[in-house]
T-cell receptor, first 117, second 117 residues
Framework: AQSVTQPDIHITVSEGASLELRCNYS??????LFWYVQSPGQGLQLLLK??????LVQGIKGFEAEFKRSQSSFNLRKPSVHWSDAAEYFC???????????????FGRGTQLTVWP | GAVVSQHPSRVICKSGTSVKIECRSL??????MFWYRQFPKQSLMLMAT?????????EQGVEKDKFLINHASLTLSTLTVTSAHPEDSSFYIC?????????????FGPGTRLTVT
């Protein structure tokens, strides 16, 4: 079955500290992986995506993520968090597996990030 | 970048009435669009896949007679919540995938906040 696990519901970090948000996935075919950010009452904004190639992916706002196939993980990192990074972060997986509509994404439950000044 | 719009952004309706939400891809054609529902502090739940020129595909547990989806053109999908009840109050988000040859990105609308009184 296709699924995404974000084990941390809520993370709190101090401004300037490093950040890592965890994501593990289960997918029956070659996975396409995404990280999205959502501010309250807003839609989702793509931070970065992995389809193929270099397993370390750079995104917007200074975020990066590393695809580790052996661990079925796609963790999101940022070396120095800013107060404006406080938001909800969603990991998602999609692809071309049998029975799934192309473009369909499976989302994790999200990680709420709080940033202390 | 590509843009997906939703209208209205907020709607309040009385119990028993119907509400239509529009999702438009503004600068690309979308043969497929997705409709999600999001409860407070929770992840996105896929309700249905909207297919241009054919019937929508509903996820298990989603009432197709209550949530009517029409994908009449390559840039417009509509979700109609029929005979709305307070438990239908939620944040509804649409998305549309766009391929760029080797990968795709899912573009999300800003969401519609539905409140049923």
């Amino acid at each position: 079955a296709q699924s995404v696990t974000q084990p941390d519901i809520h993370i709190t970090v101090s401004e300037g500290a490093s950040l890592e948000l965890r994501c593990n996935y289960s997918y029956g075919a070659t996975p396409y992986l995404f990280w999205y950010v959502q501010s309250p009452g807003q839609g989702l904004q793509l931070l970065l995506k992995y389809f193929s190639g270099d397993t370390l992916v750079q995104g917007i706002k200074g975020f990066e993520a590393e695809f580790k196939r052996s661990q079925s993980s796609f963790n999101l990192r940022k070396p120095s968090v800013h107060w404006s990074d406080a938001a909800e972060y969603f990991c998602a997986v999609g692809g071309v597996d049998r029975g799934s509509t192309l473009g369909r994404l499976y989302f994790g439950r999200g990680t709420q990030l709080t940033v202390w000044p | 970048g590509a843009v997906v719009s939703q209208h209205p952004s907020r709607v309040i309706c009385k119990s028993g009435t119907s509400v239509k939400i529009e999702c438009r891809s503004l600068d690309f054609q979308a043969t497929t669009m997705f409709w999600y529902r999001q409860f407070p502090k929770q992840s996105l739940m896929l309700m249905a896949t909207s297919n241009e020129g054919s019937k929508a595909t509903y996820e298990q547990g989603v009432e197709k007679d209550k949530f009517l989806i029409n994908h009449a053109s390559l840039t417009l999908s509509t979700l109609t919540v029929t005979s709305a009840h307070p438990e239908d109050s939620s944040f509804y988000i649409c998305s549309a995938p766009r391929w760029d040859g080797s990968s795709y990105e899912q573009y999300f609308g800003p969401g519609t906040r539905l409140t049923v009184t």
